[in-house]
């Protein structure tokens, strides 16, 4: 059981930074792919960024793409998604989540192939 929580949100003009945090415990956390996706007020669930365990390989929404850094530190145990340029349309509830050593028949944007999720952070972008 891997329990999650997600730091770093908060209230920011347009065109600032945030760096989210999710920390981990209770599992093996270098084994797990990590992930991040956001909710925003009557929209679906939404992929933001991942990272995979076993190569690093990172992958982004186009939407976030060259504003968005996602990074882990697997002897801390804690994932990062650095978040610059930031827009009004990336205000949502940011959710990190991991998954188990593979993503199986899936893939990493979808949410079902995630085993654990966090309760979420708010980040809220004004104009």
């Known amino acids: 059981q891997v329990q999650l929580v997600e730091s770093g949100g908060g209230l920011v003009q347009a065109g600032g930074s945030l760096r989210l945090s999710c920390a981990a415990s209770?599992?093996?956390?270098?084994?797990?792919?990590m992930g991040w996706f956001r909710q925003a007020p009557g929209k679906e669930r939404e992929f933001v960024a991942a990272?995979?365990?076993?190569?690093?390989?990172?992958y982004y929404a186009d939407s976030v793409k060259g504003r968005s850094t996602i990074s882990r530190d697997d002897y801390k145990n804690l994932m990062y998604l650095q978040m610059n340029n930031l827009k009004p349309g990336d205000t949502a509830v940011y959710y990190c989540?991991?998954?188990?050593?593979?993503?199986?028949?899936?893939?990493?944007?979808?949410?079902?192939?995630?085993?654990?999720w966090g309760q979420g952070t708010q980040v809220t972008v004004s104009s």
């Open positions: 990272i995979r365990w076993n190569d690093g390989n990172t």
């Open positions: 209770g599992g093996i956390f270098r084994r797990y792919n």
């Open positions: 989540a991991a998954n188990w050593n593979t993503y199986g028949s899936g893939s990493y944007d979808f949410p079902d192939v995630y085993d654990y």
